[in-house]
Structure formats: C-alpha cells, structure tokens
C-alpha cells in the first residue's frame, strides 16, 4: 500500500497528463516511491503498477530500464560514479578504485554499517565537469580527485 | 495515391502506407522480424532496413512512411551490406543450438541468415545466457534463443488485452519475462509461439516431438467454439501432432485460442474408445462391430415396438457435424420417435416454434470490429469465445463503448463503457430498464407496443441503467453519434437461464429501437447447424430438458457425456441410469458413461469428414486429416449402418458428401442459410418482467476447458490456471450474510443432489449469487446452472467425505 504523502504526491503528477493516460506518470511515481522506501522492491513496483492501473509487469520494464531506480537496498548514501567515456578519460577509473578502497566494498555492494553503497553510473550529461558522481541521485560532484572525495565521504559520514 | 518506386519497380501506393506494406503488396520481399501486420510497429530488430535515395543512411522499411516520387532498393550494395550487418548483430548472443531446437526448419532467423545474412561472424566473444522462465504448460521458453523482437509483449498487450510479458532491463542485460514468476494466463497465449521469429517461445506439449518438414500438413475446421476457425493440423504416422491456425481474415485472422490450438492433445487420450463395448450383467466387453449394432438395432427396435417411438429420448452434441445431426434425426424419425435435441444446456424452450428461423449471431464476425456500440447480456465473452472477444477488443479500440449486463464482472481486458451487474433472475428487469429510459429518450421517435408499455409501466429506470440506454442511442459523454451501429448479443448464461426467452424477447426490442445487429452466440462449433436442420424435438416430441426430466426407455447419446454435458447433472445421470438401455455413440470412455449399456467408438473431428455451421452461419466443411484409431469409426457411417441393420429405409449415402447434398437438396449451401438465418419471433410470447426470487440463484458456467469431451482431456489445458477445482464462489457481502469465510467447506444443495465445495470469496459475482462450475465430477450432483441454490456449513463428517473425494479425484 502507498503511503498518503506518495498518493498525494502521484496524483499531482498525475494531473499533467490526460486522464485516460495514467501509464504516463510511471516515472515520477516509482521515483517517488524509491525516494520514500529507500529502493523499489518488487512489492513496491506492484503497489505503483496497481494505483496506475497498468500491468505489473509494464511498471517493471521502466523501473529495470533506467538506472537510477534501484531494485536492490541502497546504503543511506547511494555514490553513482559515472564510467563513460568522458569521464573515463578524466580518470573515473582512479576514483572508482578509492572509493572502492576506502570504503572497502565493490559496485551494487553496500557497507556493513549501511550508509554507503557504490553504482556504476552511466553519462550524466555534463562531461565538461568530468570525472564527477551523484550522491542520491540528486547532489552532483564535478572535478572528482580522491581528496574531494576524502572530503565528500567525511562530510556524508558527518552528516 | 503516390508514386514510388522500389528496386526500379514503378508502383502506386496509398498514402500513409509504409515501405514494408507497398513492398509487401508488390511481392518484393524485405526481410523483417519485429514487424507483423496485425502489430503495432517497433523498428526494434533493423532486419527491414533499406536504401532510399537522397537519405544517406538505411531507413527501417517498417518504420518509414512512403512519400511521393520515394526511390527504395532493397538489394543494392548499401541495403545489403546493412542487412548483413544486422544479421551478424542479431547472431552475436544467438545459440546456433537449431540441431535442438524446435523451431528447426521453420525459423526466420534461420531462413534469413540463410538469405541475408553473411557466411561468418567476426565475433569471438562469449555469449550471453538468459535464465528461461516457466510461463506455464502451454509454452515452452528458451530465452538465450530470444532476439528481442518483442512481438509477443506487442500482442499480449494489443490482441490479448493484457500485457503479461515485457522486456526488463536495457541493452545487453534486456530480457522478456513475465511479472516475477507469473505466468501467461491469455486465452489466446498459443498465438506467441507462432509469432515468436527464433526458438525462444515453442509449443510445450509438441516440444521434441516432431520435426516441422516430417509433418504432413492438411487443413481443417476448429471444432469448440461457434467462430469456425480455420486450422491446419499437423500429422505423422497418423497421430495428430499439432494444431496450427490457418490464415482467415473475415474469421480468425492469422490467430486461434488456446482451447483449439492445444485440445489435440485430447484426441490421443488414454481414454480413447478403440472397440465397440457392450455391458454385460454389469461388466464390460468388448465385442465386434457387428455384434455391437445388431445388438443396439434389437434393443432399439424391441423397445420402440413394446414402448412406442416415445420412449427413445436422443441427445446430441452440438459439436457433432451437420452430417451426423441429419442422420440420427432422421434415424429417430424412423424408429418414430421426435425425442430429439441438441440444445443440451438450455432450459427455457418456450420459443420453440415461435421463430421464424434458425437464430444466429445477426452480423458476421469481421462486422463487429466496425460497431460502436456493443450490449453484451450474459457472456463471459473470453470464457466462451475467445476469438470474439478479441474482435471486440479491436472495436473497442476503435473507440466503440461496450456495455455488459451480466451476473458476473468478469475482466473483458478492454475498456468497459457500462455494466450492469445483477442476479440472473433480475437482468430481465434491468434489460426491461434500459428498453423503457431508450424509448423515453428523446431522440427517439419509436414507441413501443402497448403490451410492453404496461409491462414496462412499473419499471423504475435507475441511473446506470439510463446510461447504457443513453450509450446504445448514441449519446455519451464525449460525442454524440446520431445513428451508431449497435450490436446486441446474448451469452452462455443467457442461453442456460430460466428466463431466456424474456432476455431474449428484451434484447429484441432495445435492437428494435436502436436498429441494431446482433442475436445469440450459440456456444457450439455447429449449435447453428444443428438448428438449421431441425435436430430438435417434433411437434409432440420431447425437449432435452425434458428427456432427462421425465426419464426414457432408453437413450441413443451422440458425443456426449450426459452429466457433464446436460444442463442439469444429477437429473441427466439419473435418467441414464434408470433407462433401459443407453446407447452411446462416442469417442470416449468415460466414468459418465457408466451406465451406458452399448458404447459405439467413434471418430473425433480429425477423423471423420464432415461440416460445422458457424454462429455467422458459414458453412464449413472439412476431410479427415487422420484415419481413425482403432476400430472408431465415423459417426455418420455408424449412423447409416445402424439404420441399414435397423430396416430403416433412405440411409444409403456412401460419402459424407452425398448427406450434406441431400441437407441442402444439392443447393449451394448460402441458398439455403440464407433463407434459414432469422432471428426474429412469429408472435409475441407471453413474457413477465418482474418475478421476486428470493434465496440465492446458481451461477453454473461452464469453465472454457471442460466445454467438450475433447478439451476436458486435453492435459496440457487441464494443467493451465483455467482449470480449478469448482468452488462456491460469493461477494464479500453475501459471505457476511451467510456467516462464511473463504476456504470454508459447504454443502451446496440443488433439488435432491448435493456437492461438496470449498468457498471462494470472488466480488466479480453479483450478490445473491453463487458462482459454481458446471461440467466437473464434483459438480455433477448438482441441478440447473442458472437455478436455485442453497449453501449450508459442511459438518465434521463432510469434511472428511470432501478430502475422500479428492483423492479418488487425484
């Protein structure tokens, strides 16, 4: 079941669209749902699919295709390193190898404590600030060097 | 229309049309995996890529709108060297596995790498592996085969109603699967399997049986529901390996349900009558068919003679061919008996001799897609004809509005404009509502007769009844169409109630008013052709109802088994097993035929030649595609000989062909069903709308897979999620009131007889009803599909007898 605050937060989303095409929020309401539980379990993925009104599976297609949603739990700090080309040639290899051993897990893993968990993220479109990452799909960081990320995991583990 | 040209072809095509369909048209072949006409367009496999001039890249001829003047190549050096490319794309995660694969031999990837594709791969890399899934006993996955066309996703989601397949993931890692371990619950699921380009979706039940070029091909017609589907059945050493859907455009298009694509397997039973058998001081023997018919002649000719022609009663099964229905009427018109009928599942015959013809659908199957408004009352559409309920998804895709009345709120898979969801006894009233708010509407001018006027005077029209009157006048909510074409069609459970004759009376007038199309849709692959030649009861004869009412002397069965195939079990099994003697034309050995006394083997529709009549009145004829088994023979010979030995005069026809000329006295059968297809009454019959029924009222459909003896044999149907134990299934409310829970054990009694059953909690029934499958051994005690029911709490004792049950069951 969703919770009244998601409800309220889909049918905003909702209201754009044509009313016999609710299939269109399906975006925004797994984003919102991924927001409030953490990660889009597959229970999660029915409750969306059923308050659209659209086939489980159909919520599935979108919720698997992008890689922002996560279909498995998330530490609290989700870092999405991007890996692409760009920042590849900018040396996203090296900040992935020091987040990696700082925090001593691999890609899809997440810490013992819980807090953070490491992706592999594709091109986020703004490769003029290559090699940078996300912290939970919304706090971007450019001109990523392992002290900037000293600094950032400091400031997560603070906060 | 436009000029083109394609490979230096000029052509003239329409506007709007892509490449692929001028290309298609012409006969130029492009080759395609994700594009099929009946689809919505994907562009997703490339395979269709062509040149066309002043575009410097290929264009998807699937994709690509033709526009004026537009010059294609499809086999110069760009089209070719792209096709080839987006071959060896599409073979980098292929299994070149085709030695195991089913799909062997009539593969398009394998015909058009053949073709199109290059003679080597500059792939080295390994493969990717996908897991296969278990979508349930009808098809089979091999998911590693699978090239993402997505056709199937496409067609269960646009013909089937509900997409229960999807493509999760992206890129390398995409795959189609069903939702987390479901399965594919389509009644028409088969049709993936033929969709499906590669191997990745196969038949489970042919699965590594045959090879597609050992299989000899011969068509024929699907014998369980009324459309009269096209089938091609697929043979070797003359066992019926497969059933394949036969291009018919104004039929079945290129698609069959499942219960006609997988009932074949039904066919090589165990089950299978090979002899003729006759009961002994209560013991079975086999016998010879001479012994056999001599012995059933005597029977028949000793108790006709000491009982009169009276005391024969004759069922047959509307699935029987015309053929057959002619001759054992014409039999029982010999042995002077007029106890004869078809409609075995009807229990209202008060129009009997008041039509005017052989009632039918009213239009013909394609004329549905073009309606715009639809009033079904009583059906469960997919339940009964899968096919058609397809035809009426397209026509509400179209944007026509489809409205139900009907005991049960069962899940059309399209957009239901109006319903109406009411006890069986109470759609007389409702039907009643909608004929007085439609001739009180003001864009009608008609009025109606002054019997119905009164009959309609006390009638109190409630709002959501008004607004499927409104609907059918062609008034709704976002347009208004001043003449809409309507079409009204009764049910299965319209056709079992009580009440018919009132339903059927209503319907009359509301398409009356509104001019509409439409009539009944008879369950049968012949219930029309039955009608048409007049198997049913003389003036003085006796109807089925009546037959297992009154009991007979004896009984001469065609293709039945009476306790699942009547419409009241326990009077039809105690009937048979007070009679005489019970003669049984059948194909099969079954606990139903028990207390038959002679069984007579004979041959299923792939083994005899013979016609079905459609519900839009097409008559069909079609050869045997096997030869029988055993010692089966055609009904329509043993019906012959069993009139030769009887003495019977005029049975001497030595091919089915010459009784389906003497049918339609050597006229071409149209004349003939043109003049016989009417569904209009001679006179107006007595009809009362409003009857107070308290207690609760059966809902008895009968379950898709437990329609005939063919399918309720068929394992791999009997496996699908269709076939569940039948259980009381009641409203929520109607459990409060009666103080029950699901999965409680109850006691369902009917007149004398009684069943076991588990409670259901299922809001899809109307209250006051009670939903309880007919055609099953659990239900076999029970009475009338559509009559009065009572529901009590089963006792400790019950308890125990119920799990005694379920284990003879297993």
Redesign the interface.
């Known amino acids: 079941m969703l919770s009244a605050e998601a409800i309220e937060k889909i049918e905003y989303e909702l209201a754009k669209y044509p009313k016999d095409r609710r299939q269109a929020a399906v975006m925004s309401a797994l984003r919102i749902v991924q927001i409030e539980r953490g990660w889009l379990s597959?229970e999660s993925v029915t409750d969306v699919a059923k308050y659209l009104g659209i086939?489980?599976?159909?919520a599935?297609?979108v919720a698997?295709?992008?890689?922002m949603y996560d279909l498995q739990p998330v530490g609290q700090y989700k870092i999405t390193v991007c890996t692409n080309i760009s920042c590849m040639l900018r040396g996203s290899d090296e900040i992935v190898d020091h987040l990696q051993h700082t925090l001593g897990v691999g890609f899809n893993e997440v810490t013992a404590d819980g807090k953070f968990c490491i992706k592999e993220g594709e091109c986020m479109g703004c490769c003029g600030g290559a090699p940078l990452l996300h912290v939970n799909n919304t706090h971007m960081h450019e001109f990523l060097t392992t002290e900037k990320v000293d600094a950032l995991l400091e400031e997560l583990n603070k906060g | 229309m436009l000029n083109i040209e394609i490979d230096g072809k000029p052509l003239e095509v329409e506007h709007g049309s892509t490449i692929i369909d001028a290309a298609d048209a012409a006969g130029i072949a492009i080759p395609r995996f994700c594009y099929h006409k009946k689809l919505s367009v994907a562009a997703n496999c490339r395979m269709c890529l062509v040149q066309v001039e002043k575009f410097n890249k290929p264009l998807p001829a699937c994709a690509t709108p033709v526009a004026d003047g537009m010059k294609i190549y499809t086999r110069s050096k760009a089209a070719v060297e792209a096709q080839q490319s987006v071959m060896e794309f599409l073979l980098i995660n292929h299994p070149l596995d085709c030695p195991i694969c089913d799909q062997g031999g009539e593969c398009d990837l394998q015909d058009i790498a053949v073709a199109y594709g290059a003679s080597g791969s500059r792939y080295t890399e390994e493969k990717r592996v996908v897991f296969n899934k278990n979508i349930g006993p009808l098809v089979s996955t091999d998911m590693t085969r699978c090239i993402q066309c997505t056709r199937c996703v496409r067609f269960l989601?646009e013909v089937g109603g509900?997409?229960?397949?999807?493509?999760?993931?992206?890129g390398e890692h995409a795959e189609i699967?069903?939702?987390?371990d479901?399965s594919v619950n389509s009644e028409l699921s088969g049709n993936i399997i033929d969709l499906c380009p590669v191997g990745a979706l196969t038949s489970k039940p042919f699965r590594y049986s045959a090879r597609s070029w050992e299989l000899t091909r011969r068509s024929s017609i699907a014998p369980h529901d009324g459309l009269g589907s096209h089938i091609e059945v697929h043979v070797k050493d003359h066992k019926v390996m497969r059933v394949l859907p036969r291009e018919k455009e104004s039929i079945n298009e290129c698609w069959l349900s499942d219960r006609d694509r997988f009932s074949y397997e039904g066919l090589n039973s165990p089950d299978r009558l090979k002899v003729p058998m006759i009961k002994h001081n209560g013991q079975w023997q086999e016998t010879d068919w001479k012994t056999a018919l001599e012995f059933a002649a005597g029977q028949l000719k000793d108790i006709t003679k000491q009982y009169g022609g009276d005391a024969l009663g004759v069922l047959v099964s509307p699935n029987s061919t015309m053929e057959e229905g002619y001759l054992i009427k014409q039999l029982s018109e010999g042995l002077g008996c007029g106890n004869v009928d078809y409609r075995l599942r009807q229990t209202d015959f008060r129009l009997d001799g008041k039509r005017t013809g052989t009632p039918w659908m009213g239009c013909n199957i394609q004329e549905i897609e073009e309606l715009d408004r639809i009033l079904l009352i009583g059906s469960n559409i997919r339940n009964e004809h899968p096919l058609l309920a397809q035809r009426i998804r397209k026509a509400v895709a179209n944007g026509a509005e489809l409205c139900i009345v009907s005991p049960l709120d069962n899940d059309p898979l399209m957009d239901v404009a109006h319903k109406v969801i009411v006890r069986p006894n109470d759609m007389v009233n409702v039907l009643g509502q909608i004929l007085k708010a439609m001739s009180g509407l003001q864009k009608l001018s008609l009025c109606l007769p002054p019997t119905l006027n009164t009959l309609l005077e006390e009638i109190k029209v409630r709002p959501n009844t008004q607004k499927i009157a409104e609907c059918l006048a062609g008034i709704s909510e976002e347009l208004i169409l001043i003449a809409p074409k309507v079409g009204i069609f009764l049910g299965n459970m319209a056709l079992s109630d009580p009440r018919f004759t009132e339903m059927y009376s209503m319907a009359e007038a509301i398409g009356g008013i509104t001019g509409a199309k439409g009539g009944i849709l008879p369950p049968a692959a012949n219930s029309t052709g039955m009608h048409l030649m007049g198997v049913m009861p003389s003036a003085t004869g006796m109807h089925a109802r009546a037959m297992i009412e009154v009991p007979r002397k004896a009984y001469l069965l065609l293709n039945i088994e009476p306790e699942l195939d009547c419409q009241h079990a326990a009077l039809a099994t105690d009937a048979m097993a007070k009679a005489e003697c019970v003669i049984a034309l059948t194909a099969y050995k079954s606990a139903a035929l028990e207390n038959a006394d002679i069984l007579l083997p004979i041959a299923p529709f792939t083994e005899t030649s013979g016609t079905f009549m459609s519900m839009e009145g097409r008559v069909q004829s079609f050869q045997a595609v096997t030869r029988p088994l055993g010692e089966c023979r055609p009904a329509w010979k043993v019906l012959r000989v069993l009139a030769n030995t009887l003495g019977l005069n005029g049975f001497d026809y030595n091919s089915s062909e010459e009784v389906k000329n003497k049918i339609f006295h050597g006229e071409k059968p149209s004349a003939l069903v043109w003049r016989s297809l009417n569904n209009n009454l001679k006179e107006l019959v007595e009809i009362q709308i409003n009857i107070k029924k308290e207690g609760l009222q059966r809902i008895g459909e009968v379950p898709q897979y437990e329609s005939d003896p063919i399918v309720r044999r068929s394992p791999p149907l009997q496996k699908t999620k269709y076939n569940i134990r039948p259980m009381a299934r009641m409203h929520a409310d109607q459990l409060t009131e009666l103080g029950l829970q699901d999965g409680d054990l109850v006691v369902a009694y009917q007149d004398k007889g009684s069943a076991l059953l588990k409670v259901r909690l299922d809001n899809h029934v109307a209250k006051g009803c009670v939903r309880v499958a007919a055609a099953h051994p659990l239900t076999a005690g029970l009475g009338d599909l559509m009559g009065d029911i009572t529901i009590e709490k089963a006792s400790t004792e019950h308890a125990a007898l119920y799990e005694k049950q379920l284990t003879e069951m297993a």
């Open positions: 597959k086939p489980e599976i159909a599935m297609e698997s295709f992008y890689n | 989601k509900m997409q229960e397949l999807g493509m999760v993931g992206r699967t069903a939702y987390v479901q």
